[in-house]
């Protein structure tokens, strides 16, 4: 079992920035896959950004050279910084996660098994 927990949602006008951290409770060099996704209401969720174990990793179209996903091992940390905020970017973010070989290859889409509990991201026109 994994606990995710997420952090740094907010409100930002249209082209600001934000850094989303997730927290998780196991060590991230052993979990194989680690994302972030994004959920409006009405809407199915939508893979942003991936990252495996070994750094690789992975974007939707929508946030490629705009968003960045990295992890600080050291602190069992995730990270998801978001540039160039657009007002569609506005949305619940969550991290996921999954400690299973058979996740591999890690792409953005992948979510995971387990799955922080989101943090809300607004972005104003």
């Known amino acids: 079992q994994v606990q995710l927990v997420e952090s740094g949602g907010g409100s930002v006008e249209s082209g600001g920035s934000l850094r989303l951290s997730c927290a998780a409770s196991?060590?991230?060099?052993?979990?194989?896959?680690m994302t972030w996704s994004r959920e409006v209401p009405g809407k199915e969720r939508e893979g942003v950004a991936g990252i495996d174990r070994d750094g690789r990793i992975s974007y939707a179209d929508s946030v490629k050279g705009r968003f960045t996903i990295s992890q600080d091992n050291a602190k069992n940390t995730l990270f998801l910084q978001m540039d160039s905020l657009k007002p569609e970017d506005t949305a619940m973010y969550y991290c996921?996660?999954?400690?299973?070989?058979?996740?591999?290859?890690?792409?953005?889409?992948?979510?995971?098994?387990?799955w922080g509990q989101g943090t809300q991201v607004t972005v104003s026109s």
């Open positions: 196991k060590d991230t060099d052993r979990l194989y896959c």
């Open positions: 996921a996660a999954d400690d299973s070989k058979e996740s591999l290859p890690c792409e953005y889409s992948n979510g995971g098994i387990y």
